[in-house]
């Protein structure tokens, strides 16, 4: 098995070995090339970010600046959307469902080393997946780490440390990140704290 082999399958692998660097060289050229395009380029917007992610629904908008590791880890579904400076660490598989929302400054992070200084001193690192389901908001500057999966239609606040994982149809918030109660149909006619909607096309 070799480092690449062994980075997909969740074992310590070395980074620098095997291609990988190689790999990651090729992806900061497209990242660099899509980050600087002009905001009108929508449609050389489009085609490069579709070169860059693994997977796309027809529908998918990232606001550069964008960064990620290899790009072909990262899956995200139907009506994309993420606001700017998205970093993911996709050493490991990234899926994302459906109907996402991400804020601004938001980090997933697959990537990881180990905890002892001479085990990490080696140069191993590994990868662990993340999951987000379909329906999903994430606030700004959320952070994600390895291994956890968010279930569909959370909500993740603001400011939010990701640490295990959240279980359909939640707010959750904090560092680390915990369940504050669950979204129920009462959620629907307000679109802001105790704020009711003043239109009646929001229902889906």
């Known amino acids: 098995m070799n480092q690449k082999e062994r980075m997909l399958a969740g074992l310590p692998y070395k980074p620098w070995l095997d291609g ?66 998205l970093t993911i660490l996709d050493v490991s598989t990234v899926q994302i469902g459906k109907n996402a929302q991400i804020g601004p400054n938001v980090s997933i992070y697959t990537a990881g080393h180990p905890v002892h200084p001479d085990s990490r001193n080696s140069g191993y690192e590994y990868g ?55 979204i129920t149909e009462a959620d629907r006619d307000f679109y802001f704290k105790e704020r009711k909607f003043d239109v009646d096309d929001y229902r889906g």
């Open 20 to 85: 990988l660097s190689e790999e990651r060289l090729e992806n900061k050229k497209r990242v660099y090339e899509f980050n600087r395009l002009s905001p009108e380029a929508v449609e050389e917007q489009d085609r490069l970010i579709r070169e860059i992610l693994g997977k796309t629904g027809d529908s998918v908008h990232i606001e550069a600046p964008f960064h990620c590791d290899y790009g072909y880890n990262i899956e995200v579904g139907e009506n994309f959307f993420a606001n700017f400076n």
């Open 128 to 182: 662990i997946p993340v999951t987000i389901g379909d329906n999903v908001w994430i606030g700004g500057n959320v952070i994600i780490l390895p291994g956890v999966t968010i279930g569909n239609n959370a909500v993740i606040g603001a400011g939010s440390v990701v640490t295990k994982d959240i279980p359909d149809s939640v707010i959750a918030a904090g560092d680390p990140c915990r369940i504050i109660r669950e």
